[in-house]
Nanobody, 127 residues
Framework: QVQLVESGGGLVQAGDSLRLSCAAS????????MGWFRQAPGKERWFVAAISWSGSSTYYADSVKGRFTISRDNAKNTVYLQMNTLKPEDTAVYYC????????????????????WGQGTQVNVSS
């Protein structure tokens, strides 16, 4: 079993920055690719960013590329999402998730490939 706890959400203005954190426990965090997803009201949960288990590879949705940065600290069992130049359309609940398979050599973006999820943290961006 693995537990993921997100934090760092809040209410900000357009153009501001936020850093989300996701603390993991319960299994060998450093063996798993991690992802961030988001879900706006009335919409499906969409992929935002992913990072490999070693931290050497990252991948982003086009909508956040150049503004968001995913990173991880395996010594602290934590993955981060630095969000800059926030826009109102970034408003959503943000979830971190762990891939189902350990030491996978490529990054995945489909929700069903991620087996463990946090409870989410709300991000609201006002215009």
């Amino acid at each position: 079993q693995v537990q993921l706890v997100e934090s760092g959400g809040g209410l900000v203005q357009a153009g501001d920055s936020l850093r989300l954190s996701c603390a993991a426990s319960g299994r060998t965090f450093s063996n798993y690719n991690m992802g961030w997803f988001r879900q706006a009201p009335g919409k499906e949960r969409w992929f935002v960013a992913a990072i490999s288990w070693s931290g050497s590879s990252t991948y982003y949705a086009d909508s956040v590329k150049g503004r968001f940065t995913i990173s991880r600290d395996n010594a602290k069992n934590t993955v981060y999402l630095q969000m800059n130049t926030l826009k109102p359309e970034d408003t959503a609940v943000y979830y971190c998730a762990a891939d189902l398979r350990p030491r996978l050599g490529f990054l995945r973006i489909a929700r069903h490939e991620y087996g463990y999820w946090g409870q989410g943290t709300q991000v609201n961006v006002s215009s």
